[in-house]
Structure formats: C-alpha cells, structure tokens
C-alpha cells in the first residue's frame, strides 16, 4: 500500500510559479513510475506528467518547457515545478503512483489568476 500526500497548490498570478510536492509513504516508493494529473471544473482529469523509476520524463504538450516533474528517492518525494502559468493551467492537481489503476493522492488546488 502506498499513500500519497500532496502540497504547494495556491494562488498565482498569470506567469508566476508554483511547486508541487508528493510526499509517498512506502519503501517501495522507487519502484514505481510516478505521475502528475489535474482536473478542472467541468473537465475530465487529465494526465500532465510522469517520471520512471529510472528518471526518465515525458510531459503533455501543452505544459512542454514550462513544467518539470522530477524524483528524490531518499526522500520518497516527487515534485512539479510549475512556471509561466496560464489561466488553463489552473484546476486540481492529483499525484499518481504505479498508474490511473493504482495509488492516488487527496489533490491540491492551484489556481491562476489576476
């Protein structure tokens, strides 16, 4: 059983940055593909990113040079760093363990506006 916490969500201005965190429980926390999802009002919950137990990344295109997702094993920890954000970026923000099938998050909230 793996159980996930996430934090950073909060208000940003367009452009500004925010940075999320997923604290994992588990020692099997390196094992797994970790991932970032998000859901808006109205709107499905969509997949932004993800990280391999071996590092690798792979983004959807439209947070592509803005986003980066990245890993600390030691630490059980993985991160979304959040820049030049837009009003569309805005919604809840979900960490992912092993998969959609597998180990969810509670969700934070980041919101984009002036």
């Known amino acids: 059983q793996v159980q996930l916490v996430e934090s950073g969500g909060g208000l940003v201005q367009p452009g500004g940055s925010l940075r999320l965190s997923c604290a994992a429980s588990?020692?099997?926390?390196?094992?797994?593909?970790m991932g970032w999802y998000r859901q808006s009002p109205g709107n499905r919950r969509e997949w932004v990113a993800t990280?391999?137990?071996?590092?690798?990344?792979n983004y959807q295109d439209s947070v592509k040079g803005r986003f980066t997702i990245s890993r600390d094993n030691a630490k059980n920890t993985v991160y979304l760093q959040m820049n030049s954000l837009k009003p569309g970026d805005a919604g809840v923000y979900y960490c992912?363990?092993?998969?959609?099938?597998?180990?969810w998050g509670q969700g934070t909230q980041g919101t984009v506006s002036s």
């Open positions: 992912n363990a092993g998969g959609p099938a597998l180990y």
């Open positions: 588990g020692s099997i926390f390196g094992l797994y593909a």
């Open positions: 990280i391999t137990s071996g590092g690798s990344t």
